[in-house]
């Protein structure tokens, strides 16, 4: 049954079930699309900063152990950490606030293979 409404007739019929699957369908991958995109533009803004993290923080099939290059002066390997640098300078002790030490000598910033840094002394 048709009725008119200022001379049009009205739709009294739904869509299929089938219409409204593909509406949801197109519609999560609008949104999903928009997600990603939204995700890859803050990766790259964050990369631009530099802020990503993207230093080394361990390489696989590292090679040598930890050597001291002088008294003062450490040479980070592959695989290096503040801690294990801490370990190596002083076994067997307590190496917390040689650790603090260093990081604060360091200001936050990642250690690279072949960076010579200097072994603050208490």
Do not use: N
């Amino acid at each position: 049954m048709t009725t008119l409404v200022a001379g049009y007739p009205m739709r009294t019929r739904y869509p299929s079930p089938a219409v409204i699957r593909r509406r949801r369908l197109g519609a999560a991958c609008v949104l999903l699309g928009i997600g990603l995109l939204m995700m890859v533009g803050t990766l790259a803004v964050q990369g631009a900063l530099g802020r990503t993290g993207s230093g080394p923080l361990t390489v696989a099939g590292a090679g040598p152990a930890l050597h001291l290059a002088s008294d003062q002066v450490w040479v980070v390997q592959p695989g290096d950490t503040v801690w294990s640098i801490a370990q190596a300078v002083e076994p067997g002790a307590d190496v917390r606030s040689l650790v603090d030490r260093i990081d604060a000598q360091l200001k936050g910033a990642p250690l690279y293979p072949g960076e010579r840094i200097l072994i603050p002394r208490p």
